[in-house]
RNA sequence: CGGGGUGUAGCGCAGUUGGCAGCGCACCGCGUUUGGGACGCGGGGGUCGGCGGUUCAAGUCCGCCCACCCCGACCA
């Protein structure tokens, strides 16, 4: 702006005159009028707000709706993800990460390389060019930094390394809920490690499993690790990192006693031992109307611990570049209840579902007496309790009839043997015998050791140190930011509004003017301290609007910014200005030359003990 | 994809037997008020989710579709 001059129009006002456009409001980053802010607080939160932590996020003005699990960032909430991406980039780098960009819109060619082109289902959202060449949008990156390493990487001279990107990403849920948990659009910072070792990855492993803790302990945020199913991708180590709180999707299961955590997915039990008794005899019984377990206990007057359950699930598994449903039958004893994941990964299975009555009749099964005699095209897997488990009662493959004193072993058998029960509250713990608790919790990150899958699929080879071709080593490492964010807003808030940490506070001062009418000095004085402040550098959310003391205090208390101060005729007669915490119900006044120095002090003391939450945590797998 | 629910102003909602589209908050103007969502007066704002049908007349009745929410299935 050639022409431009300081502004002539207001008092303090740092704009810059445009003569033909008149003055030009500057955007200083660090400080903004509440005036001139683009968003509003809203009175009411929208009818289907899903938690407290969401509805209170739409209302203080973060964010706002655009479709089913697809969000805006108003300049407030952009501003609190900027400052977690902050903190994400801090603990990347700090154990030697290397941020780059992976683009969004990746080529077809790549996912049908790995194959995940074909068995990825509709949640990969796929797209044609103008030349209908496929495209796919990233719904995750293995395959862009696959690309990219498979170009870089040629020697172990250039291992390890680790790189990392913050982007959006976009999965096609089905059904996407409750507010920023679970979304289709989002930004997710993921690492990915490569490695020419096993004990390399290990150590990169490691590294992030820190990481993750001072991430979440620096943003506010409670979590826990636990470890999880490790799917299809030939992992053989996962963790996530769970925020417990009943909006989450995930089923956490827990040992107080000793420690044990794990995603109910994976949780192992440790088993009742069965009583040992010698086989006895075969015996057909009529059990007319039994198709329960429960029903089948009663009539027979046994514990459901004496019986064997069957479930019948329709796998889909691959067979080279096909799927092929095939029939599951699954056996656990009739008290306990089938892990799905744990069966699926038992039978290598690409997808699980119920089967349907028709597939069950087909085998030759009858469904509610089933048993597994005189089947053809099943797969029978069987818990590995059942073996040591004599004389159970199971179904006769005959409607209302049943087989007492089945055996393992004497009576059938197959290959698939293995723990496929499902653990919950009040099981024992497999390390220490206590009883297990259950809770819910929400995946804010995970880590994965991929191994070699996606090396081997891209080719993603280097030479070692004798010369030879050696598959790179990957770990993958993610953190979803909208959904830190959201559980942020559900772990900080009370019946008025949010209370944002510190570390992640889209402002750390909101600077409240009540001008009152007796004369220009509150106005004055907070226009001085809001320059004085912002040339301090710290973020300053500046209530210069004309509203009422109440519309100001409420709307403070709703967008939640940690530290308040008040400037109005009150305050300065009783000496300075009012400061308030936002966590805290006590309020004080502060002389005006002590203003800055002291909102600069609480601030740092505050963002200390943020920081002094990052701490040395004990691995464990 | 199955089951259920909701679509009327920016947000929250009412709208009777089919008969001029309403209320509260928010927004604009004027005035009063000024330490916890204050008050008065005057305003602006609608393809009643969409398309089709019945009817003299449809927000309202019928059909189809769409969107959003909830439960389930699903979730590298």
Redesign the pocket.
């Known amino acids: 702006m050639p022409n431009s001059k300081p502004c002539q129009t207001s008092t303090g006002c740092m704009c810059t005159w445009n003569p033909t456009t008149g003055p030009i409001k500057p955007n200083r980053n660090t400080a903004m009028r509440m005036s001139q802010l683009f968003s ?11 938690s407290e932590g969401f509805a209170l996020l739409v ?1 203080a003005g973060f964010i706002r ?1 655009i ?4 969000f805006a960032s108003l300049p407030l909430g952009l501003r609190a993800l900027r400052k977690i991406e902050a903190i994400l980039r801090e603990e990347m780098n700090a154990i030697g990460g290397q941020e780059l960009s992976m683009p969004v819109v990746l080529p077809a060619d790549l996912w049908k390389e790995t194959g ?1 082109w074909y ?5 990969l959202a796929r797209l044609k060019d103008r030349n209908e060449r496929d495209l796919v949008l990233a ?2 990156h ?1 395959e862009a930094v696959g690309d990219l390493v498979r170009r870089e990487v040629q020697s172990y001279k250039q291992l390890p390394r680790l790189i990392y990107h913050i982007q959006t ?1 976009f ?1 096609d ?7 920023l948990i ?1 979304v289709r659009e989002f930004s ?1 910072k ?1 690492s990915y490690s490569l490695d020419s070792s096993w004990e390399g990855l290990d150590r990169q492993y490691r590294a992030h499993y820190q990481a993750y803790f001072n991430i979440f302990r620096r943003c506010g945020l409670p979590v826990i690790s636990v470890k999880a ?5 030939g ?1 053989n180590l ?1 963790h996530e990192f769970m925020y417990l709180n009943p909006i989450g ?2 089923t956490i299961i827990l040992c107080e006693a000793c420690g044990y955590t794990a995603n109910r997915q994976v949780a192992r039990v440790r088993k009742p031992t069965p009583p040992t008794e010698a086989p006895l005899p075969l015996e057909k019984v009529h059990t007319p109307r039994t198709k329960t377990i429960a029903d089948l206990a009663a009539f027979l007057q046994i514990p459901e611990a004496r019986t064997a359950k069957a479930v019948f ?1 329709t796998a889909s598994i691959p067979t080279g570049q096909e799927m092929t449903d095939q029939l599951v039958m699954a056996i656990v004893r009739g008290d306990m209840e089938l892990n ?2 744990k069966l ?1 990964n038992v039978v290598n299975a ?5 089967a349907t009555e028709e597939e069950i009749l087909a085998s030759g099964a009858v469904p509610g007496f089933a048993s597994p005699y005189g089947l053809h095209d099943v797969l029978v897997v069987v818990d590995d309790l059942i073996p040591n488990s004599p004389n159970l009662v199971a179904g006769a493959n005959e409607t209302d009839y049943h087989l007492k004193n089945v055996n393992y072993g004497r009576d059938y058998a197959t290959p698939l043997v293995a723990d496929i029960t499902a653990a919950g509250a009040g099981d024992a713990c497999p390390e220490c015998g206590s009883l297990l608790q259950a809770e819910r919790g929400v995946e804010v990150g ?1 880590i ?1 050791k ?1 191994g070699t899958w996606f090396s081997k699929a891209l080719g993603c080879t280097f030479q070692d140190e004798n010369g030879e071709n050696q598959l790179v080593i990957m770990g ?1 490492y ?1 953190i ?1 930011l909208g959904r830190l964010l959201g559980c942020v807003a559900e772990e900080h808030h009370d019946a ?2 949010l209370i944002w940490p510190e570390s992640i506070a889209p402002y750390s001062v909101h600077l ?1 003017l ?4 007796q004369n220009a000095l509150p106005q004055e004085t907070a226009e001085g301290l809001y320059n004085q402040l912002t040339a301090a550098s710290l973020d300053v959310l500046y209530d210069d609007r ?13 967008i939640g910014i940690p530290l ?1 101060l ?7 007669e ?1 000496g300075g ?2 400061l ?1 915490l936002r966590n805290r119900t006590e ?1 004080e ?1 502060i002389p005006l030359d002590a203003v800055v120095s002291r909102t600069q002090s609480i601030l740092a003391a505050l963002h200390a003990e943020l920081q002094a939450a990052a701490v040395l945590v004990d691995y464990h797998e």
């Open positions: 509003q607080t809203l009175r009411e939160a929208p009818a289907d707000a899903q209302r709706q479709a089913a699990g697809i995940r068995t990825v289902g509709a949640e719904m995750t293995e990403k999965r849920d089905p059904r996407p809920r409750a507010g679970r997710m993921d199913d490790t799917g299809m991708m992992g996962a999707e995930d699930m799905e994941t699926s690409k997808e699980l579902r119920p995970n994965f991929l993958s993610g979803g008025n509004g409240v009540l001008p009152g009418k004309e509203e009422n003391p109440g519309v100001k205090f409420n709307d403070a208390d709703l308040r008040t400037v109005s005729g009150r305050s300065l009783n200005v009012e308030k309020r006044i």
